[in-house]
């Protein structure tokens, strides 16, 4: 079955669909997108994920082209129309289509929206996560990481870098020696004293929602939290260090930089927080 897209207002297959090439998400990569994990049917924390949507938005002072009611609708019946039951469902808006000028259209225009979805096995046991290697490269992206902008040359570049080593995803360091985020994901550690650490909330790191769902779940169980950025000597001392994305969930960092961290394994603290998390896509609604 040929997987459908909505693209502008219609269902199509997509092999088929296509967008203008005077649209200013291509030209400029003026836009902005969001992917929701789907599982048993259900996008898990559709309704952050749509906030944070129109937050980019706002950011880049696109109006929304529907109420978010609407997406919502649109995004059930793209997983509908794929038979999607475990996977992603992804949407992105442009500003749409207009002569190829850097500032804004003197006239108004309609952003366009483009909705698909794919099927992907979730985990079920935290214990299969043997650890992954990163890499560090200096953060060269925009100063507005908190947008989530189409814009992503920058995360590309580093993620191929970590390919090219043999590593599963590059983190950013800032020139302060100091860790923001991942290339897709957001960056952790549990240091020495068992507290959890990661940067806080800023226009240097996007506010994923898999990291607010952690800093929840580490919350209700009781474990010690710190929002503060640390350094790679601090990420090189850790106890423990893990990343958290929408489609990684939380996976331990068990080498940076062909150095260990700790014992090269995946930390207790580590699998407590990616096994809440399973549990949570696997019991949270549209919420």
């Known amino acids: 079955m040929s997987r459908i897209a909505h693209v502008n207002g219609a269902y199509v297959p997509q092999s088929r669909a296509s967008v203008s ?43 929304m082209p529907m109420p978010l009611s609407a997406i919502t609708v649109i995004c059930r019946e793209t ?8 996977g992603t469902v992804y949407m992105q808006i442009s500003r749409g289509v207009a002569a190829r000028d850097h500032g804004f259209p003197k006239t108004p ?7 698909t979805a794919k099927s ?12 992954i290697a990163i890499i560090t490269t200096p953060d060269t992206r925009w100063g507005r990481c908190d947008i989530k902008a189409t814009g992503l040359l ?25 860790i923001s985020e991942g290339a ?15 940067r806080p909330l800023g226009p240097e790191i996007l506010p994923g929602i898999t990291r607010a769902t952690v800093l929840n779940l580490a919350g209700a169980a009781g474990l010690d939290v710190v929002e503060r950025s640390f350094t790679v ?17 939380v996976r331990a960092v068990i080498a940076v930089d062909g150095r260990p961290i700790a014992n090269r394994y995946p930390g207790e603290i580590t699998r407590q927080l990616r096994g809440l998390c399973i549990a949570h896509y696997g019991s949270a609604g549209e919420a």
């Open 120 to 131: 992907m096995v979730w985990p079920t046991d935290a214990g299969a996560d043997t650890g």
């Open 79 to 86: 997983l509908a129309r794929n038979r999607v039951l475990d």
């Open 154 to 178: 920058a995360n590309v570049l580093a993620k191929q870098k970590a390919r090219d080593a043999g590593a599963f995803e590059a983190w950013f360091v800032r020139p302060d020696g100091s």
């Open 184 to 198: 897709s994901t957001n960056a952790w550690i549990v240091d020495r004293d068992g507290r959890l650490i990661t």
């Open 109 to 115: 225009i309609k952003p366009a929206l483009v909705v």
């Open 233 to 249: 000597e601090e990420l090189l001392d850790a106890r423990e260090a893990f990343l958290t994305s929408t489609t990684a969930m």
């Open 21 to 63: 090439i005077d649209d200013r998400g291509y030209q400029f990569a003026d836009g902005v997108y969001e992917v929701a994990p789907v599982q048993a049917g259900r996008i898990i924390d559709l309704k952050p994920h749509l906030d944070r949507l129109a937050q980019s938005l706002r950011g880049i002072q696109i109006d």
